[in-house]
């Protein structure tokens, strides 16, 4: 065998590897981890939340509600959320390191009107590669810094002192 053929034959998974999809992971204390795909968000429950950016325009995102990733993954939603539950927070880890929490009650619907989006447009575009390909969007909020973007990772943790 050539072996140019050979290099490339040897090389060709790791190209595959480096070509892989985005992809969003739901993991910790859930009854199902998640790896979910743009393909797989968009086939989700949809919503759309409003912020304004630093610029002082309003831009309309669009994804799947928080929420229903969470009870997808089976982390406790809605009456689950109760005195046995109440201290599970949602850590997001985002590709250059950032990370924020929210507890679980600050994203649902028996407890706040503020929905929290995983978006992957907004204005009707895709997200720019810089701020993709997934945001978390949190609405009604006075700072922007909980909207942390290039999601990577939602983990569910179950905090006790
Ligand atoms: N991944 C990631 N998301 C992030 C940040 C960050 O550094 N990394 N900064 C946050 C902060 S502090 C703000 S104010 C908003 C808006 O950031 P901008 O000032 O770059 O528009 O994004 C938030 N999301
Ligand atoms: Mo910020």
Redesign the pocket.
Known sequence: MKPLLLLSLLISPFCLLAQQQPVLKIKGSVKTELTLSAADLQRMPRATATIK??DGKDYTFSGVPVQAVLEAAGAPVGKQLNKATLNTCLLIR?????Q?AYSLAELDSSFTNNVAIIADQVNGQPLPGN?GPF??IMPGEK?????????EELIVVSIKE
């Open positions: 950016e630093h985002c590709a250059d390191g950032y924020v701020r945001r978390f700072k922007l810094a909980r909207s942390a973007f290039k999601l």
